[in-house]
């Protein structure tokens, strides 16, 4: 199974310099992470446009949506799509870093068979897009907050299945907890990977679900930095008892320390924003907008994080 190791290294960051003066002292040979925008925020853009728009305001790897109603939907990618956009990717020097697919642990048999089918496909996508730098597969688990004591263990033997899956085809699935549903803290997330016990399922780590429930950053990345491989970023507020998720920049996230803490555990891979369907249902979002406020909310912070590493760190 392959590694992140060799995604490709940080575009310049002379212009960013000026404003954050503190990237000047970090040693030009160093690496960090790669910033992402995953395609989930760009459901209403054709697969071309949304690439052509990435690259062009500076994003290095994107996240690909491999749902229902998505460009990159299973059951309408063709051979000549998926050609294409291999094309397109080569073409802007763009990443795949990720596939959502968005399944989950509770359910009846049926819906758990779909699941395993549908990683299958994930992973045989992932080396047919790049089998050097394999993207990985992320998703949710699903079920709900309450009913955690009473689905943990059957989740836990689904998981096992998952990744036994995830290995079959030479791939790895990046679990994510969240707010609203069964895993939602970095203490039930840990639990159901030492349960899962497979090299092939990993963390994909959010802290925006967790800073919701009142966990640090630094506590939910010391529990779970061993085991995460990805990272996805979006703000979040918590409003009369509702959540709010908001772009990048739009609360009180410190991204340079975010950074800091991701480069410092040796976390050199790739850090993609993800836009809540809160925010890409509204009728006057616009995920061009969206995309360019999120790098630059993010890319002066990444150049200003001072943690640095050579090649031979954990990505």
Not at 89 to 102: A, D, E, G, R
């Amino acid at each position: 199974m392959q590694s992140r190791r060799d995604f490709i290294k940080l575009a310049s960051v002379a212009a960013l310099v000026v404003a954050y003066p503190s990237a000047s002292r970090a040693a030009p040979s160093g690496r960090k992470a790669s910033l992402g925008f995953s395609l989930y925020g760009m459901k209403t853009l054709p697969i071309a446009q949304a690439l052509v728009e990435c690259a062009r305001i500076g994003y290095q790897n994107i996240e690909l949506a491999l749902m229902p109603g998505f460009a990159t939907d299973p059951a309408k990618l063709t051979a000549a799509d998926r050609k294409a956009i291999i094309a397109q990717l080569s073409k802007f020097n763009l990443k795949v870093s990720s596939l959502l697919i968005n399944i989950t642990l509770v359910g009846d048999d049926k819906a758990h068979a779909a699941s395993l089918e549908t990683i299958k496909f994930a992973g045989d996508l992932a080396h047919e897009l790049d089998d050097k730098n394999l993207p990985i597969i992320q998703t949710v688990m699903g079920g709900k907050p309450e009913k955690w004591e009473q689905l943990k263990d059957s989740m836990a033997l689904r998981l096992r299945d998952w990744g036994s899956t995830a290995a079959s085809v030479h791939s790895t699935v990046a679990v994510k907890g969240h707010v609203a549903m069964a895993v939602n803290s970095p203490d039930r997330l840990l639990w159901i990977i030492k349960q899962a016990a497979s090299p092939a399922i990993v963390v994909a780590y959010d802290h925006s679900h967790f800073e919701l429930a009142g966990v640090s950053m630094d506590e939910s990345w010391r529990l779970l930095a061993p085991y995460s491989r990805f990272v996805h970023v979006k703000d979040a507020v918590l409003e009369a008892g509702t959540v709010k998720f908001l772009l990048p920049g739009e609360a009180k996230t410190d991204y340079v320390k975010y950074f800091n803490l991701l480069q410092g555990a040796g976390y050199t891979g790739p850090v993609v924003v993800e836009v809540s369907s809160q925010l890409f249902s509204k009728n006057t979002y616009d995920p061009i907008q969206a995309a360019e406020k999120s790098y630059a909310a993010l890319a002066g912070p990444l150049a200003a994080s001072t943690a640095y590493f050579g090649a031979g760190s954990r990505a």
